[in-house]
């Protein structure tokens, strides 16, 4: 029989569907299905490729209507989002835009205002995209992802969650709950930057940096990138000749080549490896300039 979702985009394929209220019941409801499940937060990516037929999961879990997955809250750690906040949501907090300026900057240019208006934080970051803006700016920030499964919650810090285009550390019957981001990094100077073909297309290569500066000196700093390699990376040999060192220019000049010659891009439809490079050199450039006249 032919498939009539290759003619007709707006019909989808049967499916059952599941809305659990608490976290507990999604966990059990997640493992009993095991794969063939899907999770129903935002749906901005997740209708379309039903849609267009890309993937058809037997079952649904739509878990909107789970208390206490969404909002963001200071908390004596630092800074609570929850999984089904709302891109708009971190736009438009003056906390975030206050005291994590890259995590500001990254979030309001996903999508249109439509798409922020609907997505989730946690599809966003679970979709696992190497482009994934607001993921990068987590991996600045030193973030932790805060899961739940049959085993009870774990913590995964940003440079572990991710371990390939599209997937994850979670495993089947887990559920992302939220993502916190230390009190250590309020304050620090942030730079964000991207390069993408059209204003809303995904990025062909970004940068998020954020840096604690003493008197033009680098105390700490975090250099995340996007779509330079099959997960979202930071480079850590750069991040460590920095450390300790005035930002003059001999000093920039040197970073900016290691990170070009340390990223790994590959030759994709939106750029080559090469362009990659030279965009990140310069990337490095402009960002510790701007950190050393802070």
């Known amino acids: 029989m032919m498939d009539i979702n290759k003619h007709n985009t707006h ?30 937060a935002g749906g901005t990516d997740l209708i379309v490729k ?6 058809r999961p037997r079952h649904i879990v739509n878990i909107k209507q789970i ?46 205002v439509q798409v922020r208006n609907l997505a989730s934080v946690g599809g966003n970051i679970c979709n696992a995209s190497p482009a994934a803006d607001s993921a990068i700016a987590f991996l600045a920030l030193d973030a932790v ?21 599209g997937r994850t550390v979670i495993k089947e019957g887990e559920l992302l709950t939220g993502i916190s981001v230390p009190r250590d990094v309020y304050g ?58 005035k930002l003059e220019q001999n000093i920039i000049e040197k970073a900016a080549s290691l990170a070009a010659s340390s990223i790994k891009p590959r030759d994709s439809g939106r750029s080559t490896g090469p362009y990659k490079r030279k965009v990140a050199k310069g990337f490095i450039h402009e960002a510790l300039t701007r950190f050393a006249e802070a």
């Open 145 to 165: 992802a805060h899961i739940t499964g049959p085993d009870g919650d774990r913590k995964v810090p940003f440079g572990e969650f991710f371990t390939g285009p």
């Open 188 to 245: 620090w100077k942030g730079y964000w930057v991207r390069v993408a073909r059209a204003s809303m297309d995904i990025a062909t290569i970004s940068l998020a940096a954020t840096a604690k500066m003493d008197g033009g000196v680098v105390k700490e700093i975090r250099l995340a990138w996007g779509t330079v390699a099959p997960t979202p990376m930071r480079t850590d040999n750069v991040e460590d000749y920095l450390r300790g060192k």
């Open 67 to 112: 208390p206490g997955l969404r909002g963001v809250n200071e908390t004596p750690e630092g800074l609570w989002i929850g999984a089904l906040t709302k891109i708009s949501e971190l736009e438009n907090s003056r906390v975030i835009k206050e005291k994590l300026p890259v995590l500001y900057e990254a979030v309001r240019v996903i999508g249109s």
């Open 11 to 40: 019909i989808l394929h049967r499916f059952e569907y599941h809305a659990p209220v608490t976290v507990t019941e999604a966990v059990k409801l997640l493992k009993e299905l095991g794969s063939e499940a899907t999770i129903l």
């Open 50 to 55: 039903m849609k267009d037929g890309s993937e």
